[in-house]
């Protein structure tokens, strides 16, 4: 088996950059669903322990609006309902019911819609039982299914949020997401030892020591086929390596129009390449900062007063959003040892509409001004983070995701996950018209985040076995 990556480093997206002694994620810094990781490993007949120390972030998130309200959640129950209570008096048992509920259908997601290769949307339905269905609130919106346990707006602020990462406003997305912040407060936030990227390593040794020829710096030009079916890939140096099954992990929509598009099967499909909704994008910050940065832990979102019109903005807006909301990462809080002793590394992520919606951007002058307002807004609570302490800066926008990594339209998180972008949906993992050529990754099932692409290589391998025996 082989893997080609474009980069000189594996990880994709959860890459990392290297410099003065600082290392930093590049994109994902929080790890949920340990168990989806073990079980990879597991099923190498490996111990997911030998290879990645998983540090346990605690408290989680915290989100942090202007008017000064400050809502940390955690996985320890004890600590979130005096968290929740601070917020919203009284709703501690609107909390246990939350998380029963949220549980109830996590546990139902994953048994029965989540990890599965299932092509008939009715199918896919008829799985669950009219109780079961009823449970999934498809037809209520996360923010008002959050909604039904908790009076506070500032509480289903921060657990709606979550729906930025899916491509949606939780004003339009599926209640059944609920199961994000659920999932999120049950099975705790990680830090790999070394960063995220201490993941990828883990990762990548148990590939090699499994066999896989891995070479890296090798960007693929195109999916080679004849006769109809697939032939192999074609390396940009014009070398063609011959596979009879092709798994292309590069984003689905990039796959198709340029991996692809010289293939008259898949241009077909051109209409429904263009329609298909993406995630924001996202402009990143990465920070060396001198000393330690006090008042931030390790994750903060930062929400606006305006919470409506910031997704409205990002999702419909041609603009950076006027409330301006972002999350801020300090990884070195939890591995001291991501940053030169006393220092600290930070992460800045700010969510942007897509590239085709800005149309012409001077991105000099956009980074300068986002970077000079989230700054006056760590400033404004305090968190002492000025900018004569940045003694290292990174930034990479929209269209160096884009470039880098080859993601759509400059697409974050991948395919959004609206309801009819979701399981049987949701772009397949095959293409039923070119033999031997299959997907894996954000874009196709079952989505995007780390342990949602773990997952989704699992069904991939499915398929390839099922199809090609
Ligand atoms: C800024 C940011 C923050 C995020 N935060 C989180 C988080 O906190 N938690 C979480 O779980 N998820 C998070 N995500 C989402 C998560 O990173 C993705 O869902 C996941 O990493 C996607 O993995 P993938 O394998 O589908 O795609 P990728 O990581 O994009 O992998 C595709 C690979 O293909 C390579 N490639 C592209 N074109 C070619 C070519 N022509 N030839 C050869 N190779 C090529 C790319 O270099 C890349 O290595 C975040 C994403 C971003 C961008």
């Known amino acids: 088996m082989c893997l080609y990556e474009a980069n000189p480093r594996l990880g994709g997206r959860a890459n990392r950059i290297e410099s003065n002694g600082f290392r930093f994620d590049t994109g994902p810094s929080l790890l949920n669903y340990p168990w989806v990781f073990e079980r990879v490993f597991e099923a190498a007949g490996a111990r997911m322990a030998d290879y990645v120390d998983l540090l346990p972030v605690e408290p989680g998130v915290a989100f942090q609006w202007p008017d000064g309200t400050r809502f940390a959640l955690s996985s320890d129950l004890a600590a979130l309902i005096r968290s929740v209570e601070s917020i919203e008096p009284g709703a501690a048992p609107g909390l246990m019911r939350f998380l029963s509920d949220a549980g109830a259908k996590y546990d139902m997601a994953f048994a029965k819609l989540v990890n599965r290769n299932v092509d008939n949307p009715v199918r896919w339905f008829f799985s669950l039982s009219p109780r079961e269905f009823r449970r999934l609130s498809v037809w209520r919106s996360l923010y008002g299914e959050i909604g039904r346990f908790f009076k506070s707006p500032r509480i289903r602020e921060a657990l709606g949020s ?106 077909k499909r051109r209409g429904s390449i263009q329609r298909t909704r993406m995630t924001p994008g996202v402009l990143t910050f990465y920070w060396g900062v001198r000393g330690a940065v006090k008042g931030i832990g390790h994750h903060m979102i930062f929400l606006p007063e305006d919470y409506r019109s910031a997704f409205h903005d990002l999702f419909r807006g041609s603009a950076v959003p006027r409330g301006l909301p972002f999350y801020v990462s300090v990884a070195s809080a939890t591995d001291a040892t991501l940053a030169p002793e006393g220092h600290s590394t930070v992460f800045v992520l700010v969510p942007l509409p897509l590239l085709s919606q800005m149309g012409d951007v001077d991105w000099d002058q956009q980074v300068a001004e986002v970077r000079a307002r989230v700054l006056e807004r760590l400033d404004r609570h305090g968190c002492g983070l000025t900018a004569d302490r940045i003694e290292v800066e990174h930034v990479l926008t929209p269209c160096d995701w884009r470039d880098q990594f080859g993601l759509f339209d400059g697409s974050a998180f991948g395919a959004a996950h609206t309801l009819f972008q979701v399981g049987p949906f949701r772009a397949r993992n095959y293409a039923r018209e070119l033999p031997g050529m299959y997907y894996t990754g954000a874009s196709t099932t079952p989505g995007t985040g780390m342990p949602m692409v773990i997952l989704s290589g699992q069904l991939t391998a499915q398929r390839v076995l099922a199809h090609e025996g």
């Open 162 to 267: 979550y729906g930025m990462y899916l491509g949606g406003s939780p004003f339009e997305l599926p209640g059944f997401f609920s199961i994000l912040p659920y999932g999120e407060l049950a099975y705790g936030l990680w830090l790999p030892r070394g960063g995220v990227y201490g993941l990828v390593e883990g990762l990548e040794r148990l590939a090699r020591e499994l066999g896989v020829d891995i070479y890296t710096n090798t960007p693929i030009e195109r999916i080679e086929t004849a006769g109809g079916a697939v032939r192999g890939v074609r390396r940009a140096n014009g070398e063609l390596d011959e596979f009879s099954v092709v798994v292309s992990n590069v984003d689905v929509p990039t796959t198709d129009s340029s991996l692809l598009g010289h293939e008259p099967r898949i241009a």
